[in-house]
T-cell receptor, first 112, second 113 residues
Framework: GQQLNQSPQSMFIQEGEDVSMNCTSS?????WLWYKQDPGEGPVLLIA?????ELTSNGRLTAQFGITRKDSFLNISASIPSDVGIYFC????????????FGKGTLLTVNP | NAGVTQTPKFQVLKTGQSMTLQCAQD?????MYWYRQDPGMGLRLIYY???????DKGEVPNGYNVSRLNKREFSLRLESAAPSQTSVYFC????????????FGPGTRLTVL
């Protein structure tokens, strides 16, 4: 089946630093999604990308849908302690195939 | 709106015991999903239900059964629990079209001894 490679696996940064993480796939997706999971909670959608090349922002978060449709990245600017959590990328083929394939996650720790 | 709710929040079972994890959503979504989350493995799809009355296997269905009781409720059953089923289980729901967000419940933390 399809697999997503998400990197890095974990990051430990100082408050105020910028963060970048990415996902690559061996096959094409038509939608890329980025979720955040707080400790003890379920994942929550941060950003959805629907078109190759699309760049979308949500506050301090910016995500891009790679032009080849096989990759995506997420940037967080000026990190704050509440950014702590696990960030997941997910790909979706779309149309009649609406299941999500998830990356293994990036664990972000922010030191105040 | 409560969104997606799951019960129980925590459960400890002995090997061979059975149990059912409950999930309900109040967003009138047609599609519902069960995932398991293990350290370093991300979220893996166990079973899903595109609409009331249908269920399909996901990536890791062995050892599980599901029931789509009605549009709101989708349960996951472990008939004979094994230590390998120790995990955090998440239920999610969405509309079945492409490009639609999946909304997740808070999870059930299951330990099988």
């Amino acid at each position: 089946g399809q697999q997503l490679n998400q990197s890095p696996q974990s990051m430990f940064i100082q408050e105020g630093e910028d963060v970048s993480m990415n996902c690559t796939s061996s096959s094409i997706f038509n939608t890329w999604l980025w979720y955040k999971q707080d400790p003890g909670e379920g994942p929550v959608l941060l950003i959805a990308l629907y078109k190759a090349g699309e760049l979308t922002s949500n506050g301090r978060l910016t995500a891009q849908f790679g032009i080849t449709r096989k990759d995506s990245f997420l940037n967080i600017s000026a990190s704050i302690p509440s950014d702590v959590g696990i960030y997941f990328c997910a790909g979706q083929l779309g149309g009649s195939n609406y299941k999500l394939t998830f990356g293994k996650g990036t664990l972000l720790t922010v030191n105040p | 709106n409560a969104g997606v709710t799951q019960t129980p929040k925590f459960q400890v079972l002995k090997t061979g015991q059975s149990m059912t994890l409950q999930c309900a959503q109040d967003m009138n979504h047609n599609s519902m999903y069960w995932y398991r989350q293990d350290p370093g493995m991300g979220l893996r799809l166990i079973y899903y239900s595109a609409s009331e009355g249908t269920t399909d296997k996901g990536e890791v269905p062995n050892g599980y059964n599901v029931s789509r009781l009605n549009k709101r409720e989708f349960s996951l059953r472990l008939e004979s629990a094994a230590p390998s089923q120790t995990s955090v289980y998440f239920c999610a729901s969405s509309e079945p079209q492409g490009y639609s967000e999946q909304f997740f419940g808070p999870g059930t933390r299951l330990t099988v001894l």
